[in-house]
């Protein structure tokens, strides 16, 4: 089938790329010239692993293509997505500047019927607007084309976002439109042999949907987070803690992992954005407030114990930090717990020697040179002249470090755990003060 994807970000390139390779021939449109000068000669922006071979070989086969002319890319498919970003406005509602561009750009040039699909995370009533902002340049244009706007969200996590995509647990198709209906079955049929994942239902219920997602999943971190602090208050081990209530199976044990806070570019935004759209039909969403609020504070864990441990005063300390991606396998540092982190511990005085397997780049674009950070080429240079450890993201590298030697190079041996992946008694057992999320020890 022939599909267009507006925006090469995130959600768009990975399902451009997906959808070529079951065979489709896609086109992908972003204004961004360089961005499509650069997928076209087979750089990918992101790092995401699995990504790059299938967007390479699509592209040298013919079946993906890049480009900047909107005219062109309109023309070419009956099924138009709108992958481009919502990023949260001053008040933390979604900002639809982006979304509503492309729909215009689509109504300037539909010639004959389209489906106009929102990939994108939207609030509820948003294909509305997309319906508006199309019919209104078709009026201008004085001409009448049938179309139809439907949600299909996308639920792929960074990382694993190639392996989400090919292989969904669900395909949620929010239309009335039983022509539009067809097309998406249609287009994801290969996706559905063994078992059919699509769930249909209408465009509002799937805008829902897919905050609903993420809000839950938001919600039991910081559920967990909460129950970690009550933890190392009551003197309980959280993670032994997590294992009992994970295995009864109507809680299970995803997303039950305590730590430094969830960051990256979804549940932070999504949490506040649904939280903003039920304010705004009149209705306060306390739960979603409080998983907030709990993030909030966690991302200030592994500084508020840093500190206790220097007696209230890091001036002049020096803190190694491996990891600083809002979660491994990436190089996002959005929202990123290791920000709030790095940065309290400057305002402190600290210096930061950090590590991160991919994310070096984007944490110098970030932050620039400056006399407090030094950026290392591996984790054990990262300890050198360093006062204390933390680890922030936990990259599979870091599991199993040998501790004798980091406690031979620390000036204090502690290390500060923000991801739970060292048990404590084999880090105390090396000579070293071990602080983990709600694992005994509190502020
Ligand atoms: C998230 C969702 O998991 C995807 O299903 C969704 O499609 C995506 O947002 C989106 O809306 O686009 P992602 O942000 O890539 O995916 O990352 P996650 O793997 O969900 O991790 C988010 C954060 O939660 C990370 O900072 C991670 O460290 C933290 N986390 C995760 C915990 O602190 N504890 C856990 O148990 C799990």
Known sequence: MKVTIFGTGYVGLVTGACLAEMGNHVVCVDIDENKVGRLRRGEIPIFEPGLEPIVRRNYANGQLEFTTDAALAVAHAQIIFIAVGTPPDEDGSADLQYVLSVARSVGRHLDRYAV???????????????????????????????????????????????????????????????????????????????????????????????????????TKISFMNEIANIAERVGADVELVRQGIGS???????????????????????????????????????????????????????????????NGNVRGRTIALWGLAFKPNTDDMREASS???????????????????????????????????????????????????????????????????????????????????YEPAVVEEAGLAYYGIGRGRSV
């Open 116 to 218: 106009i699909v929102n990939k994108s995370t939207v609030p509820v009533g948003t294909a509305d607007r997309v319906r508006e902002a199309v019919a209104a340049e078709l009026a201008a244009r004085g001409v009448e084309i049938e179309f139809d706007v439907a949600s299909n969200p996308e639920f792929l996590k960074e990382g694993d976002a190639v392996e989400d995509c090919l292989r969904p647990d669900r395909i949620v198709i929010g239309t009335s439109s039983a022509r539009a209906i067809a097309l998406l079955r249609k287009l994801y049929a290969p996706f559905n042999r063994n078992h059919d994942r699509t769930v249909v239902m209408d465009v509002r219920s799937a805008e829902l949907t897919k905050y609903a997602a993420n809000a839950m999943l938001a």
């Open 339 to 421: 920000r709030r982190l790095m940065e309290a511990l400057w305002d402190a005085g600290a210096n930061v020697r950090a590590f991160d397997p991919e994310a070096r780049e984007e944490v110098h674009r970030l932050y620039g040179d400056r006399g407090d950070l030094v950026l290392c080429d591996s984790a054990y240079q990262a300890l050198d002249g360093a006062d204390a450890l933390a680890i922030i993201t936990e990259w599979k590298a870091f599991r199993s470090p040998d501790f004798a030697r980091i406690r031979a190079v620390l000036k204090e041996p502690a290390i500060f755990d923000g991801r739970n992946i």
């Open 248 to 310: 009864d199976p109507r809680i299970g044990y995803h997303f039950i992992y305590p730590g430094a806070g969830y960051g990256g570019s979804c549940f932070p935004k999504d949490v506040q954005a649904l939280e903003r759209t039920a304010r705004a039909v009149g209705y306060s969403a306390r739960l979603l407030g409080a998983v907030e609020a709990v993030n909030h504070d966690q991302k200030m864990k592994l500084f508020d114990f840093i500190l206790s441990y220097f």
